[in-house]
């Protein structure tokens, strides 16, 4: 039922698309919605940018690092820096990227177009993914003309839906990246890279699987429709 109705949203998005890059974009996820996580082609993203708010602050990176058969593809994994406008200002606090870093980067609309030809056919994995998806969604919308919807599997979601299964009230800062990754005993990364932190999510998500699942089929439509 939770894949049929997935399907039927993507369905939708297709049909109502002008842009055939994401016509095709939401008919190849359709595939997928219904398949066992573990047999499935994901995509583990993360993002660095300005600020939080993603109708005035810019992307400055983004990370990938593609997830098949339960394994990280590490020598497929890619991060891109991107121009923008005005400069990083204080967020370089944060992430470390200095205006001298982007003297090479690529603009926005390349950003984007390798974006989605990395993505096409895998799903997306995001720790706090709301805020990555809103950036893109907001910077693919500008770039392709019109009103862009993504879907992503959000780990943070997922280990807070797990802990209120044992806990009533989740202690502050247990879903930040590095402490739901202790919890399954995985190492703790430097934060505020974009590829770093992509495997970090990457790497939480399987640990994710196994934990939930116990050996039983997990879809991606299970995951996706956790809220």
């Known amino acids: 039922m939770i894949s049929l109705l997935l399907k039927s949203q993507l369905c939708w998005r297709a049909f109502r698309c002008r842009s ?10 359709m595939a997928v919605i219904s398949q066992d996580v573990s047999q499935s082609k994901l ?7 300005t600020g939080l708010d993603p109708n005035h602050d810019q992307i400055l990176s983004i990370g990938l690092i593609p997830i098949e ?17 005005g400069g990083v200002g204080q967020s370089a606090a944060i992430h470390g ?8 980067a690529i603009d926005i609309e390349e950003a984007i177009s ?3 030809e990395k993505t096409l056919g895998k799903v997306l ?18 770039t392709i003309g019109e009103s862009v919807k993504l879907c992503a599997i959000d780990t943070l979601t ?6 209120l299964r044992k806990h009533d009230v989740l202690k502050e800062g247990s ?8 919890r399954y005993g995985l190492p703790v990364y430097a934060a505020h890279n974009a590829l770093v932190d992509a495997l970090a999510c990457g790497e939480l998500l399987l640990a994710q699987v196994a934990a939930i699942g116990q050996g039983e089929p997990l879809t991606v439509a299970e995951l996706l429709a956790i809220k």
């Not at 055939?20 to 996820?29: A, K, N, S, T």
């Not at 995509?43 to 940018?49: F, G, H, K, N």
């Open 43 to 49: 995509i583990a993203l993360d993002l660095e940018m």
């Open 114 to 116: 390798w974006f989605l």
């Open 125 to 142: 994995v995001a720790h706090h993914a709301p805020l990555d998806i809103n950036f893109l969604q907001n910077a693919m919308s500008k």
């Open 175 to 182: 879903l930040r990246l590095g402490a739901c990754r202790t």
């Open 69 to 85: 058969n339960n394994l990280l593809l590490l020598d497929k994994a890619e991060q891109k820096l991107i121009k923008v406008d």
């Open 158 to 163: 997922v280990e807070r839906r797990r802990l």
């Open 97 to 104: 990227i200095l205006d001298k870093h982007l003297q090479d």
């Open 20 to 29: 055939e890059v994401m016509r095709q974009y939401h008919r190849e996820l």
